[in-house]
């Protein structure tokens, strides 16, 4: 995005040829690279949660335990996403397609818990806790002395003990 093709090529060690043939050149190759993240990411998101246990609040709540001790590795610069999106000023390049599905694929993971949890507009608070994700995403690559994951967790608290529904299955 901010990167010269000659310095992916010399990074990688590979011929000019090969990134043109292999992807079509710099366009291609983020989007490919996009393309693949997405699914460690969201493999990330289901983990950390699943090992938070049976409760949809604790497993939407471990989403920003799990934020908070990656902004705290050497190597955090940020959301791949949200800076994608940032730096990609062709509306129609498809790197904003992957970003948009990954997008779309994690809100529905968090309204599937918050269906579970009997929340009473799983959609909107779904989308409300992507906001808070983003922002603490945001915040940890430019203030990260300000705690973003556990300001973004006790707001996203605050998301989820809107009133609601008994959980499915108990009435």
Known sequence: MGVGVDALLKSANVARRSLYEDF?????????VLRR???QDEATYKHTMQAAGDDPRARL???????????????FR?????AADLALADPD??????????????????????LALGHLQPERAAHQI???????LAA?????ETHPAAAARQLAEQVLDTPRRPPRGKA
């Open 24 to 32: 079509g050149g710099k366009d291609g190759l983020i989007t490919e």
């Open 37 to 39: 993240s997405t699914a």
């Open 61 to 75: 709540l471990a989403v920003f335990d799990g934020i908070a001790a990656f902004l705290d590795t050497p190597d």
């Open 78 to 82: 940020g959301c791949r996403y949200l």
């Open 93 to 114: 390049h498809p790197g904003h397609a992957i970003t948009r599905e990954y997008r779309e694929r994690v809100t529905r993971l968090l309204e599937h818990e918050l």
């Open 130 to 136: 992507l906001l808070l994700i983003d922002g603490a």
């Open 140 to 144: 940890g690559a430019t203030c990260p």
